[in-house]
């Protein structure tokens, strides 16, 4: 501990610049957090040495978003200094809980695709698989998230690299050449064979920054690389002499851009070009880097397959495979055939949506005009492929159509989707549903000609995070239950499943989630000034917010619940108290997402300051959910809402969370909901709702919405108590686009399933009821499901996908 003082006075003295009883505390966050990766350092040394010396097979994670979370826990946790940490800043009369707070999280993410990202580069580095992730450094991540006054979604950004970047290493001397525009001409070479050459009209420099990705307590340390574009001519110096200061920074803003933000608004031609750009940026910047500066130089290219696997993280890295199809044509002069035989066996695609306005079709002439020579290359893909269509299908011009990787319709188009599935070994949908969906239904003419190429794997989240990490109480619950064996292999939680039937460990599972309430509750008093009451039911819902996943459902059942309250139907006392708590972000282009963002607020002012209903019910909602909040929020959790439409959610991965964590599940039979209800069995798990065949059915029969308010008094009354204006101050048009579109439109069968919802709530609340017995399924939930380990879907994507030669 005395080496850990002296080195950390030394980076807070030397590195910082800062006395100690001078210092802020982001002055010692940032000495800390060096302290701690120079233990790191060594591990990260020789892990990148030994796969030198020993090189394997390489998995090369391509992701847009990486949702890491904090990193100064996380790499205390893995490499076992968390407790050296504690002595040594009590020792110095430092607040730790401060410093920690001090790390602003990189939000380079939407949600569940991100997360996801961060779960499995983590889950590899803990298996030692060697793995690169590749990525983009936006410079502002996702968008911080406020509320007006109103109850108003607001966004201001991220400037999460303000404060210090103590985790990255820059490394500007191995920047890559990135290109754009021009065009394409014909030429021939030496030997008089005709080649097309691109002549690009700009470029940008990617420039690497490192990430350390620490296994748990294995002295393996993998990388994620993220680019940042840099222009590559800083400034016009002629322009600036003449004093045209903007001007001659212009090439420079532009180029620089490229990483500026995550997803920028898409709504506008430019957003959606800006857009592509980045694809593009980190695919080409990552491709190159492996090929050009990971391969040993003369590396002959017919074995890259055997040395790489790119796994493309849904269509936004797809460009890829264009890409790499350039490199080998234009500038290592192979002939297509033996290009092709190459490309098509470095890739395998994920896809994470059912809704098929989220697979993307980019215009032709976008494409063509930033990358022309790759538009080419992937209409001569399209020629190869639509042949083999013919071939096997003849006569079938109309599955030649549907199956081409160019769209007509609206606009000429490249569906990224057909693209990644023509070129993918395999194609994964993430839970056994999404993936039978898949076949069956969105890519059903690719599963009839390449049966062998689909297949599934369930999703998975870290148990290190999300358990270890973010709920101390059951962590230390289970070690000194079972030992310590679960952190790195989750099915021992297993051996939980005869406590279930013990009273002193059902108690102590008891007081774990007494405790981790009281701890949200602090926090929420500490950040918020909120108070929360301390033993109500925990009845969480966090998620992107979208429609199909229906957190209006949820108001619906909190104002059926309120409404019977205040109109005397029930008395507050035969009501379960419940404290609801939502979190959730708005696309800021989502006009019907941020109105119901807006009644969610409303809702809460209302009902939380209403006194006829004596504080049974009480509703939250913490502004800018991100993966620091969902770690302060999920251990407390009692009940987990995933009330998604049937057939849209393709995993979830909250879900996962929420149970390992001891929540039960209110759900409907949708994406992994299926697989976690099916391992924890029925008893301990609430389903409702429509199934998809049944969705389907009621679709394709002609669905009527206003006839479910007809028809049902309750809803009818929660869905008028609404529409008066009684949560918006009387105000009936600030809630009018949500009620016309309950009653006319409801895409996602809110109105379909609302009672069958209730009922549910209804068999909730008489569970609850029972403490003891519900905590036995809590406590069942936890020991079912070891599965959903992202541990688990890494060996299944070793298995199903990348291979057994990446492990070692
Ligand atoms: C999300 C799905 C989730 C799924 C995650 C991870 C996107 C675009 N998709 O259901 O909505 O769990 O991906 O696979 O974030």
Known sequence: MDAFIQEFLEELNFGQGAPLDRSTVNHQYLALARTVRQYLMADWLETAARRRARPTKMVGYLSAEYLLGRQLVNATLNSGLAEIVEQA??????????????????????????????????????????????????????FRQVFTPDGRQSEAPDSWLALGAPWEFPNPDRAVLVEFGGHVEGYSDESGRRRRRWVPSWNVLGIPHNYMVPGYR???????????????????????????????????????????????????????????????????????????????????????PDQIIFQLNDTHPVIAIPELMRLL?????????????????????????????????????????????????????????????????????????????????????????????????????????????????????FAAMWP????????????????????????????ETIGDGWIRDLD???????????????????????????????????????QLPPHHLVDLMVKRLHEYKRQLLKVLHIVTTYEGMISGAVSPADVTPRLAIFGAKAAPGYYMAKEIIYLINRVAMVINNDPRIDGRLMVVFPPNYNVTVAQAIIPAADLSEQISLA??????????????????????????????????????????????????????????????????????????????????????????????????????????DYQSYIDAQARVDAAYADQDAWARSAILNVARCGFFSSDRAMRDYIDRIWGAEVRR
Request: with cysteine; aromatic share 8%; hydrophobic share 40%.
């Open 452 to 479: 062998e190429k689909f297949t599934n794997v369930t999703n998975g989240v870290t148990p290190r995070r999300f358990i270890r990490m973010s709920n101390p109480s059951l962590s230390n619950l289970l070690t």
């Open 218 to 304: 294995n002295g393996v340390a993998n990388t994620l690389r993220l680019w940042g574009a840099e222009a590559t001519r800083a400034f016009d110096l002629d322009i600036f002499n003449s004093g045209d200061y903007a001007e001659a920074v212009r090439a420079q803003t532009f180029a620089e851009n490229i990483s500026k933000v995550l997803y920028p608004e898409d709504s506008t031609p430019q957003g959606r070009e800006l857009r592509l750009q980045q694809q593009y940026f980190f695919v080409a910047c990552s491709i190159k880097d492996y090929v050009q500066g990971t391969l040993p130089e003369g590396f002959d290219l017919a074995k890259l």
């Open 89 to 142: 800043t009590a020792a110095l009369g430092l607040d730790l809980a401060e410093i920690r707070a001090q790390e602003v999280e990189p939000g380079l993410g939407n949600g569940g695709l991100g997360r996801l990202a961060a779960c499995f580069i983590d889950s590899l580095a803990t298996m030692n698989v060697s793995c690169i992730g590749y990525g983009i450094r936006y410079e502002y991540g996702i």
């Open 647 to 752: 057939g849209k959610e393709a995993s979830g991965t909250g879900n996962m969370k929420l149970t390992l964590n001891g929540a039960l599940t209110i759900g409907t039979d949708d994406g992994a909901n299926v697989e976690i209800r099916k391992l924890v069995g029925d008893d301990n798990f609430f389903l409702f709702g429509m199934t998809e065949p049944e969705v389907a059915a009621l679709q394709a029969q002609g669905y009527v919405p206003s006839a479910y308010y007809e028809s049902n008094p309750a809803l009818k009354r929660a869905i008028d108590l609404i529409a008066s204006g009684h949560f918006t101050e009387g105000n009936r048009e600030a809630v009018g686009s949500i009620v016309g579109d309950l009653l006319y439109n409801d895409r996602f069968l809110v109105m379909a």
């Open 492 to 530: 021992q939680l297993a051996q939980l499943e005869p406590l279930a039937d013990d009273a002193a460990f059902r108690e102590r599972f008891r007081q774990a989630k007494r405790s981790n309430k009281e701890r949200l509750a602090h926090i929420s008093e500490r950040q918020l000034g909120i």
């Open 329 to 445: 044509l234009d500038e290592h002069d192979m002939e297509w055939e033996d290009a092709w035989a190459i490309a098509s066996r470095c890739f395998a695609y994920t896809c994470h949506t059912l809704l098929p306005e989220a697979l993307e079709v980019w215009p032709t002439e976008l494409v063509g005009r930033l990358l022309p020579r790759h538009l080419e290359i992937i209409y001569q893909i399209n020629e190869q492929f639509l042949a083999q269509v013919r071939e096997r299908f003849p006569g079938d011009e109309l599955r030649v159509r549907r199956m081409s990787i160019i769209g007509e319709f609206p606009e000429k188009g490249v569906r990224m989707a057909h693209l990644a599935t023509v070129a993918a070994t395999k194609v994964n949908g993430v839970a056994e549903l999404h993936s039978q969906l898949l076949r069956d239904k969105v890519l059903s003419d």
